[in-house]
């Protein structure tokens, strides 16, 4: 096994230097203005990571979308991961995860009465066009956008988490980093994800000493807030758990298709029940065979009372998926999680998250207040 690992860090290693070169060359020749980037007449607010998958990004779009939906006409833009489809799809009615994607879909869902959602591939054509189709948008959230440079952002927000952090990270493909740990300096707001609820000041202390922020960028620190159990499909249910409810005598299959599944998992085990987990890679297409090999799990399960809980995200590529076993529609739920900001950790940082994006926004069309700031 240790020469397996050493054989790869031989291999991988050289290629993720190529890698950084890459990524270094391509964000050098934006800097020289080179590549061109795209501006635009309202506030243009990023949404990313440097890593691959897993930080939170959807949880924290939607906190921020639901701060801020009743100030201002938000345009959602993605690329639409995995959507078989191509070009720019204004989200409706009719829109389903597989022609924009599970995020874009699941956001629209939650919040399309009150904004508007896309996908494109070119993020600088999709805000052009979505300008276009309604002019009262005031405000764009880009998400999964930080790498994206053809688009100037007004301010950008990175997420990294608690238990990997960037700097702890290599370049792919030795690890999961997108671009060199540098590249935080671009951005305006970092967010440490995924934190236990009694962090001590020393680990935050590690973690800003670590990142090396400029006196002008924000660290903040959130964590989840599990909700209660959801009917993936709610017009076959009557009844609706309660994981509190749940007896040792009781059964829980835990299926994941996300990045990391770990803080889900864990958050169940933390109950009576017992626990089989079945992970698929992130942004997974379940097909006919895999339900039914969940089918098969979920006979085998031992427990008076047997469930299926999943995820939100996984929620919507099962619910409008035919594929699916009518039979495990009444025990099949997800678990809604919510971000919560910690109290203020880190002394420079003069307002909570709530007030720090508002204060931008409003400061978009004054510059002076801008450049004063930095």
């Known amino acids: 096994m240790r020469h397996s690992k050493i054989a790869d860090l031989l291999i991988l290693k050289p290629l993720s ?92 869902q939650k919040y399309g009465h009150d904004i508007r959602v896309a996908v494109c591939e070119s993020r600088a054509k999709g805000i052009k066009e979505l300008l276009r189709l309604d002019p009262r948008i005031n405000l764009i959230v880009l998400d999964d956008a930080f790498q994206h440079r053809y688009v100037k952002p007004s301010t950008s927000i990175v997420l990294t988490e608690w238990h990997r952090p960037v700097y702890n990270d290599e370049m792919l493909p030795l690890g999961r980093l997108r671009e060199s740990v540098r590249a935080l300096l671009r951005t305006d707001i970092v967010i440490v994800t995924k934190c236990p609820t009694d962090i001590r000041p020393g680990d935050v ?6 990142l090396k922020l400029f006196p002008f960028q924000r660290l903040y620190f959130s964590h989840y807030r599990y909700g209660h159990l959801v009917s993936v499909f709610p017009d076959e249910v009557r009844y609706v758990p309660g994981l509190e409810w749940l007896n040792p005598d009781d059964a829980v ?38 339900f039914n090999e969940l089918a098969k799990a979920f006979n085998q399960l031992e427990g008076t009372h047997k469930y299926i809980v999943t995820t939100e995200k996984d929620s919507v590529r099962m619910a409008n998926n035919p594929y699916f076993p009518p039979e495990l529609k009444t025990s099949t739920f997800y678990l809604p999680i919510k971000v919560e900001f910690m109290p203020q950790k880190m002394p420079q940082n003069s307002n909570p998250f709530d007030m720090e994006i508002r204060h931008i926004l409003r400061n978009f069309n004054n510059p002076q207040a801008s450049q004063v700031r930095k």
């Open 253 to 290: 299959l835990v299926v994941t298709g996300i990045a990391n599944p770990r803080p889900l998992v864990r958050y169940i085990k933390g109950f009576k029940a017992k626990v089989n987990v079945v992970r698929f890679p992130d942004h997974h297409n379940f097909s006919r065979r895999d």
């Open 17 to 108: 230097w190529i890698y950084g070169m890459v990524t270094a060359v391509r964000n050098k020749l934006f800097d020289w203005h080179i590549f061109k980037q795209h501006t635009f007449p309202v506030p243009v607010l990023v949404i990313g990571n440097l890593a691959v998958g897993g930080t939170g990004k959807t949880p924290h779009t939607e906190y921020i979308v639901d701060l801020l939906r009743k100030e201002y006409h938000i345009g959602v833009l993605s690329r639409g991961y995995r959507r078989r489809t191509k070009g720019f799809i204004l989200a409706d009615k009719r829109s389903t995860p597989a022609a924009i994607g599970d995020e874009p879909y699941q956001i629209y």
């Open 205 to 210: 202390s590690i973690i800003y000493d670590n």
